[in-house]
Structure formats: C-alpha cells, structure tokens
C-alpha cells in the first residue's frame, strides 16, 4: 500500500497536481517525524464547480496510525477559494492534533487536583 493515497486528484490540473504532491511529501515527513510510526495518509480533495469563474476546494487528510486514526477537521478553513492554502489549512489542523494528542500535559501540576 502507498504511504500517500489521493481521492479526487485527477480531477485537478496538472499544475495543482504537482503542487498538491509536493506539499503532502513535505507534510508527509513531518507528520512521520511527529508520529514516528505512520502507517498512511489519505488526502482527499473535492472541487465544487459552481457557475463562475473561480472554484471552491474543500480538503480532508486523514492520517492512519497503529494506534489511533487522526482526521482533519472540517472547519471552514479547509474549504476555501485557494487550494494552496486550503491543503495548509487542512495539513496545520492535522498537525495540531497530533501535537496535542501526544504532548499532552505541559506545565504546573495544580495542588488540589
């Protein structure tokens, strides 16, 4: 199995392809360096063709790991106008989870607790 599965990808141009494809290696490596047992990412991308000119691009990435299956949350951030910054969007949220899940408590341990 591919490390990185694309769902809706040959629906893009050539050129966001590429771009789509560079920008998940790197978030690839980086997400691997944050779980250090990564066992595939799964990106999803959905273009809504309205009337118009411009295009509407709405972005899911979910992470597969052994223990626990990370997915980006669909807040309005991973669906905008640009599909560069809806796929940084998308990748940032994805990363905050993972940081949050496994650096859990940070700081002063409370007295009464």
């Known amino acids: 199995m591919e490390p990185i599965q ?3 990808l040959n ?3 050539d050129v966001d392809q590429q771009m789509v494809q560079t920008l998940a290696t ?8 944050a779980l250090k047992n990564l066992t595939s990412l799964v990106i999803h991308i959905k273009r809504y063709e309205k009337e118009g000119h ?13 223990t626990k299956v990370f997915e980006s949350s669909k807040s309005p951030e991973a669906a905008t106008w640009d599909l560069a910054s809806a796929l940084h969007n998308a990748f940032k949220n994805l ?16 007295d009464y607790e």
């Open 6 to 8: 694309f769902i809706g």
């Open 11 to 13: 629906e893009l141009e």
């Open 26 to 33: 790197q978030y690839y490596d980086k997400i691997q360096r």
């Open 54 to 66: 411009r295009q509407k691009y709405s972005i899911h990435v979910r992470v597969i790991a052994p």
């Open 95 to 110: 990363v905050r989870q993972i940081q949050h899940e496994f650096h859990g408590e940070r700081g002063w341990k409370k």
